[in-house]
């Protein structure tokens, strides 16, 4: 017999006799830096605890040819077999379930070890060099300190959010194994979900009888006896102590060490995994009938509405505006309403004129690093007058132009069946009609798409609001930010389409230019927002507080009434200080942008363990702030973080009519992504967007919520079991190793 069917043979019975016995996996901990590779036939039950020589903890025989180290560090590529082509379907699911345990303890039945059959990379024998014992147990308290932090503000914000790792802290805590947990089966559902459907009519429930008052800056809801209600948010001074705590975790030298070195090390593991299993994964995506990157849904998940179309979208809509209405009045300049034609009349062209070059709003050379020049390149033409008239929803024709466009750019969305996004509308808190006029907008011009779900963008721009006398305090800015929210959820009745239009909202962003210096520290002495006067814009953790502090309170009483909650995805870590994306740690579920995670190795460490959304515009940031072949997007890619490809500003990055295809297309060009690469990245966009419960069904299976292979149906998102085999035994491992470096006991 070969020795394949040796290891087949011994790997059947070994299965037989211990079904229910403990599965574990090597523990993976920080190796040394050169590390030599080997290729070993190992035992089949992949049991390497325990190991005592040629001989497995099973007993059986075992053949290794070892190169080792001077530190006798050894980094072996193994082939497992466990369960193999042979075993399949929700029995063996349900097996691999119950004996999957790590460490002594089941952390979740999301982390079961792979039963797939592909090459593993792991370091046996290790020895943490120029780590003491107690310098390991402190990294480890210092990364668990801030998952627990994290999650902590998750739940009080009712954002969903990856719990391995919380799960894992947890679990060894309080001794408490989840050995079972229940599969779902789903009939493949189809776009009959979407006949004869009404987005506009949704339920009403009653109104209630609740009061809104404000507690220094946060709107807080109190039933007719006084008593306060679903007011769980975190105090100033508990987020200032808790943000404090992060930076000096981060200033931690030992830490950052220990962190960088993790990240080097799953770098050089990801590629050891494509150059051992690349055909494999190849091959299983050829298996698939009807699947492949082209008809796999994927998610634009961070775009903005007012720039979504091509450059040459906007001019021929222009044009065909401008010579079906040239008579109609779109604004009005000195008192007196001005028609379209007279616009262009003022501005001295004419249809004819109109080229892509005149107007001027694609990004070039001249916008690197220029902020101001790319805000000039807002207003087609360098006119803000255009930008008004079409790209406005508060207009003097009431953003009639802008919904027509926007609808167009659906319609393209929607003949390509499997490009869906998640556009940005802005509400800037200039007064409190804003969310009631945008939700009008969306109603009376139906701009609805099942391929659209909308964010709304707040903009960190109180000084332009002080300046040109829009509100008079801080506070002022939030009324007009909340208050319509907290209404229309109290009284949906009294407020329709406000309550109809929130029904597609997802969350919300926070805009700004964050190279601006500013001093991030808040304490006692901050001011309140009703003492806020100008003339300069708060720090970015004071308005991550204050909206994620409202937003707290929002979501717990919209759950209360069974309604969408809402998530925080701000814009952070384009450029500026790396404490915006520490705050982004406590508070969003994901965020836009994330490229200074690469100067900090302890937070983008800890963002890969919480597995935190990061949507990465690579040509935006090739044109704006970092060239392309410095952006640290590959690298965050092989290391496992949750990242998504997004195209911020089509209208000034992009040539195509397809500019999420346009960002796959260059980025496996420039950074050679397989097609596997690919379809992870499209799963990955899906899995963070706020698309609906059912839809993500349809997408990617009844059991998309659990991580690992269960949560992979793979006739659905064409990512190949093997590499979701990999990212999660490799988290799994990541996670171990923080947890077991919490036990190590300093030698005397």
Not at 389 to 417: H, M, P, Q, R
Not at 465 to 480: D, P, S
Not at 621 to 632: A, D, T
Request: aromatic share 10%.
């Amino acid at each position: 017999m070969s020795e394949r069917g040796k290891l087949l043979k011994h790997e059947s019975s070994h299965r037989e006799s211990s079904d229910d016995e403990d599965y574990h996996r090597p523990l993976t901990r920080l190796s040394a830096r050169n590390l030599s590779i080997v290729k070993t036939s190992h035992c089949a039950c992949v049991n390497t605890m325990g190991m005592n020589g040629n001989v497995c903890k099973c007993g059986s025989e075992i053949y290794d040819v070892k190169a080792r180290t001077s530190g006798e560090h050894v980094l072996e590529a193994t082939q497992s077999v466990v369960g193999g082509s042979s075993s399949s379907g929700d029995e063996e699911i349900e097996k691999s379930v119950r004996r999957s345990q790590f460490l002594g303890i089941n952390i979740t039945p999301s982390f079961i070890h792979s039963q797939t059959d592909y090459q593993r990379v792991f370091i046996s024998r290790e020895v943490a060099i120029d780590f003491n014992t107690a310098e390991l147990m402190k990294c480890s308290q210092y990364l668990q300190k801030a998952i627990e932090l994290r999650s902590h503000y998750m739940q009080m914000s009712k954002q969903n959010y990856s719990l391995s790792a919380y799960n894992a802290i947890q679990a060894k805590k309080n001794g408490k194994l989840r050995t079972h947990f229940e599969t779902k089966k789903v009939a493949d559902t189809s776009s009959r979900y979407w006949v004869n459907y009404d987005p506009w009519k949704i339920d009403f429930p009653p109104d209630l009888s609740l009061e809104l008052k404000i507690n220094k800056g946060v709107f807080e809801v109190y039933d007719l006896k006084q008593n306060p209600l679903y007011a769980l948010y975190p105090k100033l001074e508990e987020f200032s102590n808790d943000l404090d705590v992060m930076l000096d975790l981060l200033a931690d030298g030992p830490l950052k060490t220990f962190c960088y070195r993790r990240l080097t090390y799953l770098s050089s593991k990801f590629q050891m995994h494509v150059l051992l299993n690349e055909m494999k994964e190849l091959a299983q995506q050829k298996e698939v009938a009807h699947r492949d990157f082209y008809n796999l849904h994927k998610v634009d998940t961070h775009v903005h509405a007012s720039s979504c179309m091509n450059q040459k979208h906007l001019l021929r809509f222009i044009k065909r505006a401008l010579k079906q209405t040239p008579d109609l009045e779109v604004c009005v300049v000195d008192g007196k309403p001005m028609s379209l034609a007279g616009v262009f009349k003022a501005m001295n062209i004419t249809a004819y004129d109109l080229t892509v070059d005149k107007l001027n709003v694609h990004a070039d050379r001249n916008t690197f690093q220029r902020p101001d020049e790319f805000k000039y390149r807002l207003n087609p033409t360098g006119d803000s007058l255009l930008r008004e008239v079409f790209l406005k929803t508060d207009n003097y024709v009431d953003g009639s132009f802008f919904a027509e466009i926007i609808k167009e750019v659906f319609v393209d969305l929607e003949d390509s069946k499997y490009q869906n996004a998640e556009l940005r509308l802005s509400v800037y808190g200039k007064n409190i009609n804003e969310w009631t006029k945008l939700a009008k907008w969306a109603i009376t011009h139906k701009v609805h798409s099942h391929n659209v779900r909308w964010l709304v963008q707040i903009a960190r721009g109180f000084d332009h609001l002080i300046k040109y006398e829009l509100v008079k305090t801080f506070q002022e800015f939030l009324t007009n930010v909340f208050a319509p929210l907290f209404e229309a959820t109290i009284a949906p009745n009294k407020h329709p389409e406000l309550h109809r239009f929130l029904r597609y909202v997802v969350g919300f962003d926070l805009i700004g230019n964050e190279a601006v210096l500013e001093d991030l520290k808040l304490d006692n002495e901050t001011i309140l927002p009703e003492n806020w006067r100008g003339p300069e814009s708060p720090s970015y953790a004071y308005y991550i507080y204050y909206l994620f502090a409202n937003m707290c309170c929002l979501n717990n009483l919209r759950q209360a009434r069974d309604m969408n909650t809402f998530v925080f995805r701000p814009h952070s870590g384009e450029e500026g200080s790396y404490q915006h994306l520490v705050c982004s740690f406590l508070a969003a579920q994901g965020i836009s942008q994330g490229l200074v995670l690469r100067k900090c190795p302890t937070l983008q460490y800890l963002y890969y363990l919480c597995q935190i959304g990061i949507a990465m515009s690579p040509l935006s940031n090739n044109c704006l702030v970092l060239s392309y072949h410095r952006n640290p997007m590959m690298d965050f890619f092989s290391r496992g973080l949750f990242i998504s490809l997004s195209t911020d500003h089509p209208l000034h990055f992009h040539f195509t009519r397809e500019p999420l295809m346009e960002e796959y297309s260059v980025a496996a060009q420039v950074w050679k992504f397989s097609s596997c690469d690919m379809c992870e990245l499209a799963r990955n966009s899906a899995l963070m967007c706020g698309f609906p419960h059912e839809l993500k069904i349809e997408w990617l299976g009844p059991n998309y919520q659990v991580e690992g292979l269960i949560g992979n149906d793979f006739y659905r998102t064409n990512v190949p079991n093997v590499r979701i085999s990999y990212r999660t035994e490799t988290l799994a491992e990541e996670i171990a190793n923080m947890l077991s470096n919490g036990d190590v006991q300093e030698t005397p």
